[in-house]
């Protein structure tokens, strides 16, 4: 592998036999060395190869202002990431996390930290994503020899669920707004059958997967209309009547109109979760 650019003495760009561009780190691997060297294959430790294009530019803008330590950290929780969710991640993870760790290390050194007002809905709602963020904070301290608030591992959290949406425009303000309309929806519908939800339950879990699933729907203005669905609809307004005005409700509050589809669904999906 040539060098093609040398971002530090510990991070650099480099071409393979096949002309792919790899970032390639470890300690002391760009250490005197210039454009179009070879590169010391047994320096390295870590290597990022992105293959989205926008996204492997911009991780090279961010490698010339962020320290390579904080870089190669935020590389050991991705990959704890990833081997805990069993799902591919979107590129821009390595950009988006990286840079708001690094910012959250330098806002702690200033004495500052950045609350979190989901935290309980994320703790509840993504609970897997919540735990790898608390691993990151023992990773975090490990290195750095900083303890981040437990705030911080909500905000991790909500990277990885951004990350998980194959979608690079979704932004972190985008699930933590979607995150807040989950549980406006599920205190729709405990104030309207004046119940507590059991949130242990199958059915619980079930109805947040769908409304996650649906937000995204609604996001990309997907509608998926079967023939069949209004004579259903027809059929369930009657029987499960408490859980149709339930889900008219919450339609009023998304205000937007839903299809027979998702109007249907919606309401199985209450009906389900508010029985005993």
């Not at 735990?131 to 991790?156: R, V, W, Y």
Request: aromatic fraction near 10%; charged fraction near 30%.
């Amino acid at each position: 592998m040539i060098i093609k650019k040398i971002f530090n003495n510990n991070a650099i760009l480099a071409k393979d036999s096949s002309k792919q561009e790899i970032v390639i780190m470890g300690r002391g691997v760009g250490f005197k060395k210039s454009v179009g060297d070879q590169v010391d294959e047994n320096l390295i430790e870590k290597t990022f190869i992105l293959k989205q294009k926008d996204a492997s530019e911009k991780f090279k803008l961010l490698l010339e202002d962020i320290p390579t330590e904080h870089v190669s950290l935020c590389y050991d929780i991705i990959e704890y990431a990833k081997n805990m969710l069993s799902v591919e991640l979107n590129d821009y993870i390595y950009i988006t996390l990286t840079d708001h760790i690094s910012y959250a290390l330098k806002l702690f050194d200033e004495g500052l930290n950045r609350p979190n007002a989901l935290i309980w809905e994320i703790k509840k709602f993504y609970p897997k994503e919540f735990e790898i963020g608390l691993k990151a904070l023992d990773l975090i301290q490990s290195e750095t020899n900083k303890k981040l608030p437990e705030d911080e591992a909500g905000n991790i959290a909500l990277h990885l669920i951004n990350a998980q949406t194959n979608n690079s425009s979704n932004k972190v303000e985008d699930i933590a707004h979607q995150t807040k309309m989950i549980q406006d929806i599920l205190n729709i519908i405990k104030y309207t059958y004046n119940i507590a939800l059991n949130e242990k339950s199958l059915n619980y879990e079930r109805f947040v997967t769908h409304l996650r699933f649906f937000f995204q729907r609604l996001n990309k203005n997907e509608k998926m209309e079967k023939e069949e669905d209004d004579f259903l609809l027809k059929q369930v307004k009657t029987k499960y009547k408490k859980a149709y005005e339930c889900m008219l409700k919450i339609q009023k509050y998304l205000e937007k109109e839903l299809s027979d589809e998702e109007q249907l669904y919606l309401t199985i999906h209450i009906q389900r979760v508010t029985q005993r």
